[in-house]
Structures are given as C-alpha cells and as structure tokens.
C-alpha cells in the first residue's frame, strides 16, 4: 500500500530494473545502467532520505542491480514505515525489495517452513532473535562476519555494526559470530498512572515487593482500576517474554553447573508464586488470555494503574486518539528482583540471510539489511517520517542520542527516555531466555505451565516439575 | 462386473482413462500424505535437533505410552467426543420432535438450522470468543449477570473452557442431528402410530417402542458422523482456546498440531497423528458394525 511511486523519476528506474532481468548479458548492463546512473544523480536526496549520505559508504550499491526479493515482515507500523522508503532503496540499488506482511502468529512457521525446505522464498524475514540457535543448527542462514568483512560488500567505517545496541548484537549472534542484523527492538520498562501513583503518595517500584504492595494501594475493583496486569496469554512470546525476566531477577539460571537445563529450581518456583500472586489478586478478570495490546488498551482505558512491558506499548497509551490517560503515565526501569538484578527483555526484529539463495540474491538482500539497518534509514523511518505513526525502537545508539529523536519520546510521558536507555545500557542480559535450537519446543512447554499455573490447572511447583520432565525429554530427543 | 464382450471391454478401458485425472489427484493429495505421515511416525523428525534424525522404530509410539500430555489429551478427546455427539443427538431429536408438531412453516426452522453449520469452524472459535464469552463484555457474561449470577471466566478457567468448547461444537453441530431426524421422522408411516393410539398407547410408549426403533439407522447414521468429525476437531477449538488454558481443552488433534508445528518435532507429531486415526477409524468401525448387526 505504501510505495508511494509519485510524480518521481523512480518508475523510470524500476523499468530499467526490469529490462535488466530480460537481458542479463554484460552489455545489456552496461548500456542500461548509464540512465540509472543518471536518475540516481536526478534524486541525489531521495524522496525521503539522503542518497548522497549512503553513496558516501565505499561500496558498489548497484552491483545486485536487477534481483528481486522479498522479505517477511510483520504488518506493524514499523514495517510498514519501511514499506514505505522502499522506493529510495530501488533508487540507491535498482534492486526490486518487496515486504510481505505476515501476522506475528504465523511469521515464524512461515520462515522455519520455508529454511527447511530450501525455496529461498524469503531472501530475508523479521527474525525472532530466539530462532537463531534453530536456524544456525540447520545451517539454514548465512553467517555474517563473511558479509560485513568483505570490503566489497560492506564498508564498516559507513555501516557502524557496533553503532547498534549491544544487547541485540549478543542475542543475534551464535558463538560470537554474528547472523542477523537488528532493525527494530524494544526494552521492557514499568508504566504507571503517574496521577494515581501522586494522589496515594506512591513513587515508582524499585524492587519486586514494591511493585506488589504498589498494586495492592492502587488496587480499587470497585472503582474499576485494578492493580497491575502483566501478559497471561500462553505462548513463547507471551507470558513466556515476561516470566525469564521474573526469574532472572529472582536468581534463576537457566542451566545448571553441568549444563543440564532445570526450570523447577527454588528460585523458578519462587518466581512463578510472585507472578501468579500479582495476577491473581490485582490484574483483571481475562488476564491469563492477554497479550500486551490488551494491556496497553486496558491502561489506555484507565483500568490499570501500572504493568511492565515492552516501551514501544507507549505508542498506544500515549495515543491522544486510542487513550484517556495521556498526560498521566510515568515511566520507570523494571524493579530490582531478589538477586539485585533488573532484567530486561532483549526482544528486537533482525535480518538473516537465507542460505538457499543464489550468490547475487545474497548480495541483493545484504545490501537491503544494510540499508533497513543504517542511520539513514533509521532516522528516515523514525522522527523524520512524514506519516503519522514515527518508529520509537531504533537499533542505534547514535540515533538515540540525537535531539530530534530524543523530542520525539519525550512526549510519551515523564521519564520514558531515561527509562529506556537505562534499560538499554544496563539491565539487558543476552541469557535472558534459554537460547537452545529446542527453543520453540522449551518456550511453549513453559508457557503451558506458567499459564496452567495461573489459572489453577495445577500448582507452580506441579506445572513446574511437568515442564521439567517435558523439557528433559524435548532435549533427550 | 461381468463379461460383456469387446464393446464392454473397451468402455472400461475408456472409462478408466476418463477417471484417472481425477484418481490421480486424489492419491496426490490424500493417499500419498498418509502414507507419508505413516512413514514419518517412524522416523525421528525434529527440525530443532537435525543431527538426530534417521528411522526411530517404534521410539515414537513407545514415547507416548509414558508421555502424560499425550494420556491427558486422550481423555479429553474422549470427553469432548462423547459428551458433544450426545448433547447434539438429544438436543436434535427433541428440537425435531418439537418441529414435527409445527403444522406449517417447517421449511422456516430448516433455513435457520442450517446456518451455524455453513460457517467456518475457525469463524464459530473467534466469535464465541469474543462475543459470546470474553469476560465483562461477552453476551453470555452479560446475560449471566444480569440474572444476577457470578461472572464466569469461561474461556479462561480451566473446566468451563473445555465446557465452553464442547458447547460451541454443539452448538455448530445440533442442527444437523436435526436436519437428518426431522427428515427421517416426516418419513415415518403414519399408519403404525394410528393403530398404537388404538391400542392405547401413551405418547412415550409410542415414542420408545415405534418412534425410536424406526429412527435408529438415521440415529446410528447422526452418531457415526458426529463422532467421526469430533474427533478430529481442530479449528473452532484453536481458534477458541488454543488447547488452552494451560492444556485444559487440548484434545489430540490439538496436541499433534503442536508438537508437530510449534515444537517443530514432525516425528513424534506424526505418531501422535496416526494413533488418532487409529483411533477414529476403530470408534467407526465399531458403530457401522453396530449398525449392520442391528440391521440383520
């Protein structure tokens, strides 16, 4: 919907594209390649951001000239935002990228369906940074150290790669070596109704036992607020994003001294009581089957006084079109669990390569994640973005520093800058979530029992010792 | 088939030729799954751990006698079976008792019948998930308050989310129990009940020892596919509770789906698969069984 191809040279380009595929002989290049050249002088700034800044990096942006392909993303607005620019990425490389949104329920099928049977229908998707392990096992997607290495291909001095946020790098990365790139990601943070919270004297939760008793003060069913609410709905993504950061904060290790993976530790148990508790006694009737849009519109609504969630859910309490609190929300880093620890959750979109593809398609898609990832396009997708809706999750540490960039949070709401790149900084940790090829596997046997836990189906030390005994055999085989 | 001469023989050749396009497809797109998924469930298949695949014997199968989610989904399948094909079966019969008594304007209930059956599983899971019974806004919350009753959590405790779902299938399903026993009723001769009501016999005397004998290869009929498609009820379930909460409506189907595509472990899934076939195809066997012996 949105390649808005205007009154622009950039049908002229896309032409020549085509014609390019039909006649793929070195001099069919060579003689069509010069009006390229000159529409890409034509629209030295781009329709949305500085083709010059891009041509400055010492790579050849046209040497994929003529590929087509097609990258799964989700259909979210920051997406959607890069669906847009694209017609800046055809004029940079005459390389036709198209976006194929597919719902978040079905992205990860789709990809694992596609690697295993080696199509290469997807040159690239919004990977799930939990897959990689998965993908790296099969040798489904390239390694990228053979990309960003090669002069050829990448100039590093340009592209940054240490620019973007290091907690995505590490969990896009196996052994070190690194196999997506992130383009968009989160950190989860407190979000409280800042009046409530003044009227009861409350300050934000610095520990666990805080953000309880915090609830518990604000707690008026009655008056339909209820205390806190954190995702319920089952699923890897779900409250199986929201529990590791519990556990982690309780102490929790994920594997044990001889590498044996334990999930019904005392520190597990203690964690899951805490989470059922808070639940059970101050979120709403349903909770067990919210995922954070159902929260975010709660809050929205008024009915929740705090829940800790990605920052980006910032976007729709502080809509003025979508919530009657804007003006009232305060933002705060994740309490302290019982260890000390504030543990965040380390979630972005990242970009792999898929390892079916042919030699220029690899090249093709390379350039378009090098693209999607630099500061241009980030900037271009984020404040400097003409539509409504501004992307709030850049990869970049450059770009959050960046006044403009910084105005544009700001107007979330009290303290939600300092919260986010506190979180960014310092309360990431790259084993937030057992990263295992079995991760699909582990993540919903776990996401079963938090959720039976919930709602009573068995107790936390049951549901616990069930997963346990699952996971045992998941990793046996 | 008898033998007709050349003429005969030639048309079955032709024959034959006019019909394999179609059995081709037909063996493309279901004989050779099956028999794919048959081999599979011998095999370890598991996309997170590659390096184990190769043939598994009868591991798969071994692995779910001690496996409890697999026992646990089992027993669900049983209860959601059972307790749906017999809600639609008395519901339908006494609904199309009730309409045999309706002089004019059945064609009016036939209409109104058919309408939850035409729409899609997955469509009858998310509108009585949000509609119907989503805490607070759901209608049926709204009527139960109204009345002055609790607020129930339907799809989100455990026990009133697998009853939740055997009422949605219901629900989708009794229309055509009573669709099949309204048209077999209006075919009952009338002139065994007029000599009945001679003899003197009450209404239930004659609905127990006429109506029901007559009806029961249409009830055998209601029961055979009722079961059949219980039993391999998927969408409307996913679409409701996803097996959920916890594993508290996740019958087999469900089961294998997950293990198979969530868990990305195709080998086991398919065991896990073939023993619901295995399972379907007994429960059938036994009621077409039941079905000729009454008949003899």
């Known amino acids: 919907m949105t390649n808005r191809i205007g009154k622009s040279a950039i049908p002229i380009s896309k032409a020549i594209t085509r014609r390019t595929v039909l006649k793929a002989t070195a001099s069919g290049v060579a003689l069509l390649s010069a009006p390229a050249i000159l529409t890409g002088r034509a629209h030295a700034a781009g329709k949305y951001m500085d083709l010059e800044s891009l041509r400055s990096a010492k790579i050849d942006w046209r040497q994929a000239e003529g590929s087509k392909i097609t990258i799964g993303v989700i259909p979210a607005g920051y997406f959607k935002n890069l669906e847009t620019v694209l017609s800046d990425f055809a004029a940079l490389t005459g390389i036709e990228a198209r976006l194929e949104m597919t719902p978040p329920g079905q992205i990860r099928q789709k990809a694992v369906l ?295 949070l700001e107007a979330a709401g009290d303290n939600y800058i300092s919260a986010t790149t506190t979180s960014f900084a310092k309360d990431t940790d790259v084993e937030w979530r057992p990263r295992l090829p079995q991760w699909p596997a582990v993540g919903d046997t776990m996401a079963t029992a938090i959720q039976a836990s919930l709602v009573g189906q068995a107790s936390v030390t049951d549901a616990l010792n069930a997963a346990q005994r699952k996971i045992e055999g998941i990793l046996k085989g | 088939m008898h033998r007709q001469g050349g003429l005969f023989a030639g048309e079955r050749g032709f024959a034959l030729l006019m019909v394999s396009p179609g059995l081709l497809v037909l063996a493309l797109t279901t004989t050779f799954p099956l028999a794919y998924l048959i081999w599979s469930s011998f095999q370890n298949i598991n996309l997170a751990m590659p390096f184990l695949d190769g043939f598994a014997g009868l591991d798969n199968y071994r692995d779910m006698l001690s496996d409890g989610r697999f026992w646990h989904a089992l027993q669900l399948t049983g209860i959601y079976t059972v307790s749906s094909v017999f809600l639609q079966l008395v519901i339908g019969l006494g609904l199309a008792l009730l309409v045999m008594q309706i002089p004019t304007g059945q064609w009016l209930f036939r209409i109104v019948a058919i309408l939850p059956i035409v729409l899609a599983p997955v469509v009858v899971g998310l509108f009585w998930r949000t509609l119907m019974l989503a805490p607070e806004f759901g209608i049926v919350d709204f009527i139960i308050r109204t009345l002055g009753f609790e607020s129930v959590n339907w799809l989100g405790s455990p026990t009133p989310a697998l009853v939740s779902v055997i009422l949605i299938h219901t629900w989708q399903w009794t229309p055509f129990a009573f669709l099949v026993l309204l048209a077999s009723l209006a075919s009952l001769p009338l002139d065994v009940f007029e000599a009945a009501r001679i003899d003197k016999a009450n209404a239930f005397q004659r609905f127990i020892h006429i109506t029901l004998p007559l009806i029961r290869p249409a009830i055998i009929i209601v029961v055979i596919m009722r079961s059949m498609i219980a039993l391999s009820a998927f969408a409307a379930i996913f679409a409701a509770t996803g097996g959920g909460p916890g594993t508290a409506s996740e019958i087999l189907n469900l089961y294998a789906y997950k293990t198979s595509f969530v868990e990305l472990n195709f080998g086991y899934g398919s065991a896990l698969a073939v023993s619901l076939l295995i399972i379907t195809l007994g429960v059938s066997g036994i009621l077409f069984h039941l079905r000729t012996a009454r008949r003899s």
């Open chain 1, 114 to 408: 596609d690697l295993s049977s080696g199509t290469g229908t997807w040159a690239s998707h919004a990977a799930d940074p939990m897959y990689y392990p998965l993908y790296v096992a099969n040798k489904w997607i390239d390694p990228l150290d053979a990309y960003l290495g090669n002069e050829k291909l990448t100039d590093n001095g340009w592209f940054r790669y240490e620019d973007i946020l290091a907690g995505w790098r590490g969990v896009t990365s196996i052994d070190g070596k690194p196999y997506g790139i992130p383009y968009d990601g989160e950190a989860t943070i407190q979000v409280y109704r800042k009046d409530v919270f003044d009227k009861l004297s409350l300050k934000p939760a610095e520990t666990f036992d805080e953000f309880m008793s915090n609830a518990d003060k604000a707690h008026d069913p009655e008056n339909r607020l209820w205390g806190a609410a954190l995702r319920g709905f089952r699923g890897a993504g779900q409250n199986m994003y929201i529990y590791p950061s519990i556990f982690r904060a309780f102490g929790g290790e994920w594997f044990n001294n001889s590498g044996k993976m334990v999930v019904n530790s005392s520190e597990a148990i203690a964690a899951l009581e805490w989470y059922v508790k808070l639940l059970n006694n101050y979120a709403p009737q349903g909770v067990e089957n919210w995922n954070w849009p159902d929260i975010a519109d709660a809050f929205g609504q008024g009915t929740v006084a705090s829940y800790i969630d990605a920052h980006s859910s910032a976007a729709i309490v502080a809509n003025p079109e979508k919530s009657k609190v804007v003006g009232k929300i305060g933002f705060a880093r994740w309490p302290k669990g019982p260890s000390g620890k504030r543990v965040t959750s380390i979630w972005n979109w990242s970009f792999p390569i898929n390892g079916a593809l042919s030699n220029k398609d690899k090249t093709a898609t390379w350039l378009f994640i090098q693209w999607a990832a630099s500061r241009e396009t980030q900037v271009a997708t984020s404040y400097a973005f003409p539509g409504a809706y501004k992307r709030t999750g850049a990869n970049r540490t450059s770009v959050w520093a960046l006044s403009d960039y910084r105005a544009l």
